[in-house]
């Protein structure tokens, strides 16, 4: 077994921010993968531009949350990861996290831009809406509807490859790298 321990034993973890966000992101994107699953089905209506706010609403705070835990990741460093992963592990996981914060940042731009380009407005938790600087646009919709679709379900497949990764560390590595992330459970024995 492989730990990242300090002097005490304790396993050196993700400071409590950084948890925080990382599955406030996770509930978040969930919900906002959701549901755009069935958001465009519906028929026009009170309903259909409800969801389709708290669809652009959360991804925007989805993309508030992926800066703010970039600027508290150069405060607080990530722990290290365990000794024992090889050097191309750190570089896939060193990847996949960039990948996944450029996704959480790029994404949300692309919704924006579609949205100025459709010209539906963009209201934030129905308090207020972001004002549009641009005329429509549908060679740039038609464009921004693809690229976020394929950002949005490229973000799925990565973050699938991601859980799997740390779920192949807890079984089958059985080292404390998803304890590093989890909120206040008890670490494996030993190390
Ligand atoms: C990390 C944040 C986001 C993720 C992961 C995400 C993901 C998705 C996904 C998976 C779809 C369905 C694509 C399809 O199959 O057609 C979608 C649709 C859509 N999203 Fe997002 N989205 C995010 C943020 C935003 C933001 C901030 C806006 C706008 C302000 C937005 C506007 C839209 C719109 C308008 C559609 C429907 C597009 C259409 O009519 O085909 N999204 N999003
Ligand atoms: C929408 C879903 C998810 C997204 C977008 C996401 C994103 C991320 C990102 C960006 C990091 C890097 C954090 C940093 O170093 O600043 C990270 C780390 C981590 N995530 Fe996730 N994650 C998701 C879901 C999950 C789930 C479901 C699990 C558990 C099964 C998980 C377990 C972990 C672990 C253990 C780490 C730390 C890895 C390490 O120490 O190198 N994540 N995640």
Same mark, same amino acid.
């Given at each position: 077994?492989?730990?990242?321990?300090?002097?005490?034993?304790?396993?050196?973890?993700?400071? +409590?921010?950084?948890?925080?966000?990382?599955?406030?992101?996770?509930?978040?994107?969930?919900?906002? #993968?959701?549901?755009?699953?069935?958001?465009?089905?519906?028929?026009?209506? $009170?309903? *259909?531009?409800?969801?389709?706010?708290?669809? *652009?609403?959360?991804?925007?705070?989805?993309? #508030?949350?992926?800066?703010? +835990?970039?600027?508290? =990741?150069?405060?607080?460093?990530?722990?290290?990861?365990?000794? %024992?992963? *090889? $050097?191309?592990?750190?570089?896939?996981? +060193?990847?996949?996290?960039?990948?996944?914060?450029? &996704?959480?940042?790029?994404?949300? #731009?692309?919704?924006?831009?579609?949205?100025?380009?459709?010209?539906?407005?963009?209201?934030?938790?129905?308090?207020? %809406?972001?004002?549009? $600087?641009?005329?429509?646009?549908?060679?740039?919709?038609?464009?921004?509807?693809?690229?976020?679709?394929?950002?949005?379900?490229? &973000?799925?497949?990565? #973050?699938?490859?991601?859980?799997?990764?740390?779920?192949?560390?807890?079984?089958?590595? +059985?080292?404390?790298?998803?304890?590093?992330? &989890?909120?206040?459970?008890?670490? =494996?024995?030993?190390?």
């Amino acid at each position: 077994m492989t730990t990242t321990r300090d002097d005490s034993g304790a396993v050196r973890r993700y400071s +409590r921010p950084a948890r925080l966000f990382h599955w406030l992101t996770v509930v978040m994107v969930v919900v906002l #993968v959701i549901i755009s699953l069935f958001m465009e089905a519906l028929p026009l209506g $009170p309903e *259909k531009f409800l969801l389709y706010n708290f669809h *652009k609403s959360l991804g925007l705070t989805v993309m #508030v949350i992926a800066l703010l +835990r970039l600027v508290w =990741r150069r405060i607080t460093p990530p722990p290290p990861l365990p000794v %024992a992963m *090889k $050097p191309w592990e750190r570089s896939c996981a +060193r990847a996949s996290h960039a990948m996944m914060y450029i &996704l959480l940042l790029v994404q949300p #731009v692309v919704g924006v831009v579609h949205s100025w380009a459709t010209d539906y407005p963009i209201v934030v938790y129905g308090l207020f %809406a972001i004002p549009n $600087p641009m005329s429509a646009d549908a060679a740039l919709k038609e464009l921004l509807e693809e690229v976020h679709e394929i950002l949005g379900w490229g &973000l799925v497949a990565l #973050v699938a490859v991601h859980v799997a990764a740390a779920l192949k560390h807890h079984i089958i590595d +059985r080292d404390d790298v998803l304890h590093r992330m &989890l909120p206040s459970i008890k670490p =494996r024995d030993g190390g």
